[in-house]
């Protein structure tokens, strides 16, 4: 035979399966489901890091995570002008960062005025300081500007002359130097400037994030403690005088990376600097030159380190659950594929049963299984591929769409897998397909079912058993919790099946005296084919997983919103120092706390104290699970003791006292799991605050006691409360001049990067939850189609047996109606229990009060349900209709 | 019908389905020999087993009990992947439908070329088959191009082309019109005249009239077989022998009077 009479008989038989254009739209769609999942996953998971990274960036100071190169230095023109000439290109080759500022800062030396030393002096030098210092009088060069503070301490004015004792590396006087900028032996004044710190203030924390960084530059050692004798003078003076210190290149960020992959770039131009800097050539020369032989070399000095340590931190926290969620997505997919073999055999029985009765071997039966396969498998992979990026772009997490994300290799191996799955499958049930219909109609199976069902459920026992455990980290969401709902859902419906079928078995003659419409629904129901349990399994799966994510995000949302207010207390908080305030804008309060040690209780205890009208400042969830009124009631003061409530404390002791220097005896009324303020800090006494007063005032024993009484609450931190945002209360607070610091914010606290990788985990759920859905809705459809023709003979029997067409189509109605309805019902059922099961997995932070509580959106679900329910019906309905345009011969002849 | 060396053999096939409502014998007991190049068919009432015993003797289901040999293998003493690959290279099994029967998507002509392509051996080349059985003018059709009767008469060419020593037909002309089921039936003394033995089950007179031998099949067991004219009633192994459906009226309650003659070998059975 000739080779093309060889192709021709292929060609013929790989475009056999085009005849059936439904059969290759499924095979297309099923393929495409995994192609699809695989990059929506991708794009989910690349939208993710990117929010987080936006995130985490935003929350940056931009001059912090600048680029700071500093060295040891001489001051000599020679030396410093060869090496910023070099460096200075290379730093701007940085993409994101602005443009470089040069800064000096000589080592300690000792001034004098008027022979009064003034030791730990600098001489600072840097574009633009003179103005963010707020120097006062004239800008012309020369000369220095001292703080405030010095011209008090040691009575210096402009005009009055310094002389500097510094160490000199160069063989200059440090009078002849300096004098270029003044007089010679001595620097004159030009001005002074605000102090830029008090004696009071802590120099620590906020303090220098407050000041312009070019006054106190960061990651340079000088200034890593106060100092009240920095000197301001201009470049050409320190530049040029000889004397040592640090010379620094800074670098800000103007524009900051928006996105994971932006932020890794960013990082790399970073470390290429760094591996300039250390190769050798003129600029390691100009340095070795600047820095002499002796000192260390250049320091680079970023916070991008500390930035990207967290963001690596917060992907590998979404990398996971991310994963899992895509890996069940594939797995669903792939069944879904796989289940194309047994469809393809199905549709085109009497090929592969002639191949099998001439003795062909299963795997070259999936080899022919495969050629057919292979051209709707990659049209179809290539379809979900195009279906992704579109989906992607118009529904998904907002994500550049152009491909970069994805994992190509990924697509082709999901593509290739279903493929040799389908095929193999396909080869294993076609040589199957020589035995005879009516053996394989009578003769059940019930070992391989048995098996399987005892496999299928013993995996949802071990998930379930695993998913139960106590986890550490609240995003160990994992496979086997996001496998745990598609197997559990499966054996559910399969169980339904199986019930439904035993009970229908079981009361046939009772069924018997069901309306003709419900009987024949139930006879078939009876007599369902594997495609078609399929088809309602995927359903039934994929209403599942969306009334699954559903429940869980719905619980979720609800904790997260429960946990802000009692983390932030309202709308907005911040912490005030100074005397506490008396016009507090409306719908806002001052808490008053105090951490205490030992007692009471046995770890570190909190005081709440709460002013009168606390409760309606503060957010109040129902979940707290107390009324707000019977909480102020309680706190009323009663005899000699506090009336306390204790929260989220089961070994507080109820009867106690707080307080060293001064003890105050309380007494616990209430305890409540969680309240306002009272975060996950381990126990937490709720007091009066006016009640502490009125006890400490009563226990003053003596007159002169009660004179000099000040409230206790005086050692307490404050924490203003409000339902204002927090730009309205910080307005108030400038408007007083209250000092307020660290403001905390619900809603910019609920995008926490460590809150998105559970959000984005169970929205893949939902995605997922939705393509295996529209597959099963499809794979309904296309069953549907199958037994059109069959329900088309079996309609026209009834009806030649006096059986109405309306109650002939009816029945077909009722039996997709009633099968999807119990399926969806199930899922609806199961899905509480799963979220109640997993809620751990999916929290962010599984110590915290108060728990994620099972909360179901039902009507979200009953009009999911309704819907879903109305549309597989609508399927039912079209289908039975168009298979009714036909006449009755035409069916019988159909038939033969 | 019994020979020395019969390509058919079947001994004590037993053959049972368990359905929703119960355990159904579909073969009882059945023992067959068919010698080679002989034409048999098995007769019957609808559900008396024939189908059944067919698919047991083509290799297609297993029995329960019970042996089929084919050209001297025992069928079901192989594994399923040899005993699929055996049958593929010894016999053919005719479905009732001819539209089944063939591959949709091939000619004529490329259905019998693939079958010579795997058959080195084939006496018969597809010219010759396509020939031998009328099929030339129809050598570039595909199968719905043709008739029911072309169609089975080309499953037949396909065995012949195969190689095949054995041909089992399942009423290959039940959805036959006259004219051609004659053909098909000629088709089918063709493949006798050519060596192949032909074992068939029919309801067709036109079929019976041009049978050689015929077994009766009632109950899942063989009430008797005919060959050249005769008809002879079987015993089975253990003893039993089937009475004619006709008969049965004769005997009312099912019970009736054995006399034996062993002197003449005369065994009598009268109604009581």
Redesign the interface.
């Known amino acids: 035979m000739s080779w093309g009479s060889r192709f021709a008989r292929w060609w013929r038989w790989t475009f056999l399966l085009w005849t059936d254009a439904v059969l290759v739209l499924a095979i297309m769609a099923a393929a495409g489901a995994p192609a699809m999942l695989a990059v929506t996953g991708d794009y989910w998971r690349s939208a993710a890091e990117d929010e987080v990274a936006a995130r985490i960036i935003e929350r940056q100071d931009l001059d912090a995570i600048g680029l700071n190169l500093s060295t040891e230095a001489l001051f000599v023109q020679e030396l410093v002008e060869p090496a910023t000439t070099l460096v200075q290109p290379e730093i701007s080759r940085i993409e994101r960062l602005g443009p470089v500022q040069r800064s000096f800062y000589t080592l300690p030396l000792t001034t004098r005025a008027d022979d009064e030393p003034i030791t730990r002096v600098r001489l600072v030098s840097a574009v633009g300081v003179l103005d963010a210092a707020g120097v006062a009088n004239d800008h012309t060069p020369g000369g220095v500007w001292i703080s405030e503070w010095l011209a008090e301490r040691f009575d210096l004015g402009v005009g009055d002359e310094l002389s500097i004792e510094g160490t000199l590396t160069a063989d200059v006087a440090v009078n002849d130097v300096v004098a270029g900028g003044g007089t010679q032996g001595g620097v004159i004044i030009n001005g002074t400037y605000p102090t830029v710190w008090s004696e009071d203030a802590e120099p620590a924390g906020g303090f220098w994030q407050t000041l312009p960084p070019v006054v106190i530059p960061r990651w340079v050692a000088p200034f890593s403690a106060p100092n009240f004798a920095m000197v301001i003078t201009d470049e050409t003076t320190v530049a040029q005088s000889g004397l040592s210190g640090i010379v620094r290149w800074r670098a800000p960020v103007v524009e900051p990376p928006t996105t994971t992959s932006e932020a890794r770039s960013f990082e790399r131009s970073l470390a290429r600097f760094d591996r300039v800097l250390t190769q050798p050539g003129p600029l390691a020369e100009a340095f070795a030159r600047l820095s002499g032989p002796t000192a260390q070399g250049p320091k680079i000095e970023t916070g991008y380190d500390e930035t990207m340590d967290e963001l690596r931190s917060a992907t590998r926290t979404i990398g996971p659950p991310m994963r899992a969620s895509q890996l069940t997505g594939l797995l669903i997919g792939l069944l879904t594929v796989a289940a194309i073999g047994p469809m393809l055999v199905d549709r085109r029985r009497n090929e592969f049963r002639l191949l099998a009765g001439e003795g062909d071997r299963w795997i070259r039966l999936a080899f022919r299984a495969g050629g057919q396969l292979l051209l709707p498998i990659a049209v179809g992979t290539g379809l979900g591929v195009l279906v992704g990026n579109i989906f992607a772009r118009t529904v998904g997490p907002g994500v550049a769409v152009d491909g970069t994300s994805v994992q190509w290799l990924t697509v082709v191996a999901v593509g290739a897998t279903g493929l040799v799955a389908a095929s193999l499958l396909a080869g294993q049930i076609a040589q199957g397909t020589v035995e005879s219909d009516t053996r394989r109609r009578l003769v059940a199976h019930p070992a391989t079912a048995v098996v399987g069902m005892l496999t299928l459920g013993g995996l949802s026992a071990l998930l379930w058993v695993q998913a139960g455990e106590p986890v550490k980290d609240g995003t160990a969401i994992g496979l086997g919790a996001t496998l745990l709902p598609v197997a559990a859902l499966a054996t559910a419906v399969w169980i339904l099946f199986g019930v439904l079928r035993g009970l229908l078995g079981i009361s046939r003659a009772a069924s018997s005296r069901l309306p003709i419409t419900l009987l024949l629904a139930s006879r078939r129901l009876l007599q369902r084919s594997g495609n078609t349990r399929l088809a309602v399994g995927l359903l039934g799966i994929g209403f599942g997983l969306l009334a699954f994510s559903m429940v869980l995000d719905a619980a979720r949302g609800r904790t997260v919103e429960v946990r802000l207010a009692t983390e932030v207390g309202g709308v907005s908080a911040f912490e005030a120092t100074g005397e506490p305030s008396t016009d507090l804008p409306d719908r806002t309060t001052e808490l008053l706390l105090r951490d205490t040690q030992a007692r009471p209780g046995n770890g570190l205890v909190r005081v709440i104290a709460v002013s009168p009208g606390w409760e309606d400042a503060v957010s109040w969830p129902d979940d707290y699970g107390i009324d707000r009124q019977v909480i102020v009631e309680t706190l009323r003061a009663r005899g000699d003791v506090l009336a306390a409530v204790a929260i989220g404390s089961e070994d507080l002791p109820r009867v106690g006292a707080f307080g060293r220097v001064q003890t105050h005896p309380y007494e616990v009324m209430e305890t409540v799991r969680s309240l306002p303020r009272a975060g996950v800090f381990g126990s937490t006494l709720l007091i009066s605050a006016e009640a502490l007063d009125e006890l400490a005032a009563a226990r003053a024993e003596t007159a002169g006691q009660l004179e000099g009484h000040r409230s206790p609450s005086l050692g307490f931190r404050r924490v203003i409360i409000s339902q204002l945002d927090l730009p309205e209360i910080e307005a108030w607070a400038d408007a007083r001049a209250v000092n307020v610091r660290n403001g905390q914010w619900a809603s910019v606290e609920q995008s926490r990067p460590d809150l998105a990788a559970t959000r984005f985990a169970f929205d893949f759920i939902r995605v997922v939850g939705m393509v295996a859905a529209l597959v099963g809705a499809a794979a309904l459809v296309l069953q549907l189609r199958a037994r059109g023709r069959q329900n088309a003979l079996g309609g026209v029997m009834l009806r030649a047996m006096g059986l109405s067409r309306l109650r002939s189509t009816g029945s077909v109605v009722a039996e997709v109606v009633v099968s999807t309805t119990l399926a969806a019902l199930l899922a609806v059922a199961i899905s509480p229990v799963l979220v109640g099961r997993l809620s751990t997995r999916f929290d962010p932070s599984p110590g915290a009060l108060p728990a994620v509580r099972v909360l179901v959106p039902w009507a979200q679900l009953v009009t999911m349900l309704v819907g879903l329910v109305l549309i597989a019906g609508m399927l039912a309905l079209l289908s039975e209709l168009q298979g009714a345009r036909r006449t009755k011969a035409e069916v019988i002849r159909e038939f033969g | 019908m019994s020979s020395a060396s019969p390509i058919i053999r079947c001994e004590s096939l037993l053959r049972l ?4 409502s119960g355990r ?1 014998q579909a073969v009882r007991g059945v023992d067959l020999e068919v010698d080679a190049g002989v034409v048999a068919a098995i007769v019957g009432p609808s559900g008396c087993g024939k ?2 015993l067919l ?1 047991m003797v083509s290799g ?2 297993p029995p329960t009990a019970g042996r089929v040999l084919i050209d001297g293998i025992d069928l079901y003493q192989l594994r ?2 040899r005993r ?6 010894l016999l053919t ?1 005719v479905h009732q ?1 001819p ?8 000619t004529a002509r ?1 259905h019998l ?6 058959r080195d051996t084939a006496t018969i080349r597809t010219t010759e088959a396509l020939e031998h059985l009328g099929l030339t003018a129809l050598s570039d059709s595909v199968p719905h191009e043709m008739s029911g009767g072309e169609q089975q008469r080309l499953a037949f060419a396909a065995a012949l082309v ?1 190689g095949h020593r054995v041909v089992i037909a399942d009423e290959p002309t039940s ?1 036959l019109d006259s004219d051609s089921a004659t053909a098909v039936l000629e088709a089918v003394e063709r493949l006798a005249h050519s060596g192949v033995t032909v074992l068939l089950a029919t309801h067709d007179p036109r079929v019976l009239e041009r049978v050689g031998h015929i077994v009766a099949l009632r109950d899942g067991a063989v009430s008797s077989v005919s060959s050249a004219g005769e008809q002879w009633a079987v015993i089975d192994r253990s003893g039993r022998v089937q009475l004619p459906a006709e008969m049965l009226d004769r005997f009312p309650g099912r019970r009736a009077k054995l006399v034996w003659n062993t002197t003449d070998d005369i065994a009598e059975v009268r109604p009581q």
């Open positions: 389905y368990d359905t929703v159904v189908s059944s698919r297609i289901d399923e992947a699929a690959r055996v049958r593929g290279r099994h439908r539209a089944d029967n063939l591959f949709a998507h091939l490329h070329e693939r079958l010579e392509r795997r195969a959805q």
